[in-house]
């Protein structure tokens, strides 16, 4: 089974680029943990939303949680073979 090569993301969203430092303003937080909510909920993955926000799938993690968001698990969805 061939599966599809990962999309890459050379250069993040403007508005997030050399906002990853841990002097970030309340705003820029604020608005990195509501795009990465909305995003995530959407369906985009922690490795998407990394490259999108110049962050670590960590950073991203720590913002989905301190949005209140639960995470979904592991690798592709099962898919029901019955």
């Keep these: 089974m061939v599966y599809p090569g990962r999309a890459s993301y050379p250069e993040p969203l403007e508005r997030f680029r050399g906002t990853a430092t841990p002097r970030q303003t309340a705003e820029q ?10 995003e995530y909920q959407a369906g985009r993955s922690l490795r998407e939303l990394a490259g999108l926000t110049d962050r670590t799938q960590t950073a991203v993690r720590r913002g989905l949680a301190e949005a209140g968001v639960q995470t979904r698990g592991r690798g592709a969805p099962k898919v029901d073979r019955h």
Aim: glycine share 0%; hydrophobic share 60%.
């Design 29 to 38: 937080r604020a608005d990195f943990i509501q795009f990465v909510a909305s």
